[in-house]
Nanobody, 125 residues
C-alpha cells in the first residue's frame, strides 16, 4: 500500500510559479513510477508529467514542456512538480499517482494504482 499526500497548490497570477509536492508513505517508494495528472472543472482528467522509478526518464504533456519540471527524491519519498510561467489554462486540481508496473507507458492513468487526494491550483489572468 502507498498513501500519497499532495501539497503546494494555491492561487497565483499568470506568469507566476508554484511547486507541488507529493509525499508518499511506504518503504518501496523508489520502485514506483510517479505521475502528475490534473482535472479542470467540466473536463476529463489529463496527464501532465511522469517520472520513472529511477528518475532516469521523464515525460510531459506538450503544453507544459519547458514550463513544468518533474523530479523525485527517493530518500525523502517525495515527488515534485515545479510549475513556472503558469497560465490560466493550468487551473485545475492536480493529483499525483504511483504505479509499479508500466506496460502501457507512464502517460496513461491506467498504470497507476494509487492516487492522492489532489491539490487545487488556480491561475488568475
Amino acid at each position: 500500500q502507498v498513501q500519497l499526500v499532495e501539497s503546494g497548490g494555491g492561487l497565483v497570477q499568470a506568469g507566476g510559479s508554484l511547486r507541488l509536492s507529493c509525499a508518499a508513505s511506504g518503504r518501496t517508494f523508489s520502485t514506483y513510477n510517479m505521475g502528475w495528472f490534473r482535472q479542470a472543472p467540466g473536463k476529463v482528467r489529463e496527464f501532465v508529467a511522469a517520472i520513472s522509478w529511477s528518475g532516469g526518464n521523464t515525460y510531459y504533456l506538450d503544453s507544459v514542456k519547458g514550463r513544468f519540471t518533474i523530479s523525485r527524491d527517493n530518500a525523502k519519498n517525495t515527488v515534485y512538480l515545479q510549475m513556472n510561467s503558469l497560465k490560466p489554462e493550468d487551473t485545475a486540481v492536480y493529483y499525483c499517482a504511483a504505479g509499479e508496473f508500466a506496460p502501457y507507458g507512464l502517460t496513461t492513468g491506467r498504470i497507476y494504482d494509487y492516487w492522492g487526494q489532489g491539490t487545487q491550483v488556480t491561475v488568475s489572468s
